[in-house]
């Protein structure tokens, strides 16, 4: 029987924990009530189902159960985020502001408004891939309404300045064009790659919406959540699904209630195992860039230390990037981009905005490590690596 390859791709999705699925079966079968149907028990009990996940993600974020609205996944959440904002905001201001580096989630609802009229500053990166704030000071206008950036980068992983950039939303600094501490622009972040991996606090960070997703946390796929402040200030969302009502009018649908509780499951895990995870995670992932970078022609892409604990993405040189990939696929499944944009031949966009050549984007790789990865894994996986990209360098030369 042939085995599997090692799976080092959790930035593309996870698998569901053993512990979420147990959390979601019952409410395929037994607690299957829709959480609208307010008048009987199947009812009552999905609804209470729903609000202890609406709890749980509140608390993980530091918010308020209310300002939870479930969705279909991040994406989705982001194009409600990012339009539902330049809808019910346009009289005040068409101006957005958001980073190079962003997920397609972001990017394409940017364009699209765009093509009704809205201006989009898209910031560029370093070569680290954190953003410049002066760069981003300098972007605010009167007519500002919205700074979107990533939470943690889904390629490079890289950890954006999210405490400093809410700042800079909310208090305009001496001496700008806007009086100090009435800027009030609003804030969002993607964080699909970062719940439940390092702290998050919507109220210290001055974070006004923020996207989240189940499975890139052990979760299942097809559930996600924006949250969306009340007070303070109170954000206005014009909605992007009507019929219902449902979610305070911001995104109606019957609630998918097995998702939502495995939603909650895999984050409340999450965050009880995020310290000793993360250590064993960045552990993971100095064995494997100490390995790998012994290797002449290896670069490490993003921030080497602000970053998510389980990734390194590197950049090859001296090789073919389809032949590095094809060599390694018999013993890892790793990626060279997003998941999001693999069907496309374009090389990362995040990569060649660090500065890399084509050439460059295309032979590197994304490696993803997880909750269910071994020492004994990675010592595989990089004895791979290393003999792969030794055997093209070989051929290479003899061509």
């Not at 339009?83 to 940017?110: M, N, R």
């Not at 997880?370 to 003999?387: C, L, M, Q, Y």
Request: glycine residues 8%; contains cysteine; negative net charge.
């Amino acid at each position: 029987m042939s085995h599997r390859p090692i799976y080092l791709d959790s930035h593309a999705t996870t698998p569901v924990d053993e512990r979420v699925l147990a959390a979601m079966l019952p409410f395929f079968t037994e607690h299957f009530g829709n959480p609208s149907s307010i008048n009987h028990l199947y009812g009552w009990e999905a609804e209470a189902a729903v609000k202890q996940t609406r709890e749980i993600l509140a608390a993980a974020i530091n918010a308020i159960p209310e300002e939870i609205v479930f969705t279909s996944g991040a994406t989705e959440a982001n194009n409600l985020a990012i339009k539902g904002v330049g809808e019910a905001y346009f009289q005040k201001g068409q101006h957005i502001i958001t980073v190079v580096t962003e997920h397609s989630a972001v990017l394409d609802p940017c364009k699209y408004l765009k093509t009704l009229g809205f201006e989009i500053t898209i910031l560029p990166v370093q070569k680290d891939g954190l953003i410049d704030l002066s760069e981003l000071e300098k972007a605010f206008r009167s007519d500002t309404i919205l700074v979107s950036v990533m939470a943690a980068n889904n390629e490079i992983g890289v950890l954006q300045p999210l405490a400093e950039i809410g700042a800079m939303c909310r208090d305009a600094p001496l001496g700008s064009l806007a009086l100090a501490g009435d800027r009030n622009v609003l804030f969002h972040t993607d964080a699909a790659q970062a719940i439940g991996k390092i702290p998050l606090d919507v109220q210290a960070m001055k974070i006004d919406m923020m996207s989240l997703t189940a499975h890139k946390v052990y979760g299942p796929k097809g559930i996600g959540a924006l949250y969306v402040r009340r007070r303070n200030p109170r954000v206005q969302l014009a909605p992007q699904q009507h019929g219902g009502g449902h979610e305070r009018g911001m995104r109606s649908g019957t609630l998918y209630t097995p998702q939502i509780v495995g939603f909650g499951k895999a984050v409340e895990i999450a965050l009880e195992e995020q310290t000793t995870e993360n250590q064993r995670l960045t552990q993971l992932r100095q064995r494997l860039w100490e390995k790998l970078s012994q290797l002449e022609g290896i670069h490490l892409n993003g921030h080497p230390t602000q970053r998510l604990p389980g990734n390194l993405n590197i950049s090859v040189e001296r090789v073919d990037g389809s032949a590095l990939l094809l060599g390694l696929q018999p013993v890892m499944a790793v990626s060279s981009g997003s998941a999001c944009s693999s069907a496309t031949t374009a090389p990362s966009h995040v990569l060649m905005a660090l500065g890399h050549s084509e050439q460059q984007a295309y032979a590197s790789i994304r490696f993803g490590i997880g909750r269910f990865n071994t020492v004994e894994e990675i010592d595989k996986v990089a004895e791979h690596t290393i003999s792969t990209i030794q055997s093209l360098r070989k051929q290479a030369l003899t061509v």
